[in-house]
């Protein structure tokens, strides 16, 4: 599975948390309990927090902290 190779990597820019929420997204989805249209939002979402210009403070944000506990 190429994306839980990528999110195995050292560095992901929008810190540990998000990170292990991202995983537990994609696990669900291979469960089937996540359907295609939240799988699209929570993509669309994810995308959103790459598109930042301050990415060194996005970990410790207010937009993190909603995001995770959307997620988590």
């Known amino acids: 599975m190429r994306i839980v190779a990528a ?3 050292d560095s992901f820019i ?3 948390p998000t990170k292990a929420a991202t995983l ?11 359907n295609a249209s939240d799988l699209t939002i ?3 979402q994810f995308w959103e927090l790459h598109q930042v210009e301050d990415a060194e403070a996005l970990p410790n944000s207010d937009t993190i902290i ?3 506990r959307r997620y988590s």
């Open 7 to 9: 999110l195995r990597q």
């Open 66 to 68: 909603r995001f995770l």
């Open 42 to 44: 929570f993509l669309e």
């Open 24 to 34: 537990s997204v994609f696990s669900r989805c291979a469960q089937h309990q996540i």
């Open 14 to 16: 929008l810190g540990e």
